[in-house]
């Protein structure tokens, strides 16, 4: 079955760290551009980073700029974002997802993605 599972979801406290992972299952990532994306209750799935399918080309948004970074493993199946100096408002659901034709990062077409993974809690509290 091909799928995305995300990890590395966790409550911590403000100014902690998490590393989110993106592992694919099934096939391998190295011809799709990933991205992160958060959502709330209610609210539109928002893209906070994205890596093409190279890893040449990183965009965040502006909010988690100099916070986050996204990364791809040399083994071509797994993504990451490392998330520093959290605060309370990055508290969402985490959702990583792949795309073979979305080349980012606007417009975001979130049909354009062929894969997304279940999501990961993030939960940032003292």
């Known amino acids: 079955q091909l799928q995305l599972v995300e990890s590395g979801g966790d409550l911590v406290q403000p100014g902690g760290s998490l590393r989110l992972s993106c592992a694919a299952s099934g096939f391998t990532l190295d011809c799709y551009t990933i991205g992160w994306f958060r959502q709330a209750p209610g609210k539109e799935r928002e893209l906070i980073s994205c890596i093409s399918a190279s890893g040449g080309s990183i965009n965040y948004a502006g909010y988690v700029k100099g916070r986050f970074t996204i990364s791809r493993d040399n083994d071509k199946t797994t993504v990451y974002l490392q998330m520093n100096s959290l605060k309370h408002e990055d508290t969402d659901v985490y959702y990583c997802?792949?795309?073979?034709?979305?080349?980012?990062?606007?417009?975001?077409?979130?049909?354009?993605?062929?894969?997304w993974g279940q999501g990961t809690q993030v939960t940032v509290s003292s």
């Open positions: 997802a792949a795309s073979r034709t979305w080349r980012g990062p606007v417009p975001v077409d979130l049909s354009e993605f062929d894969y």
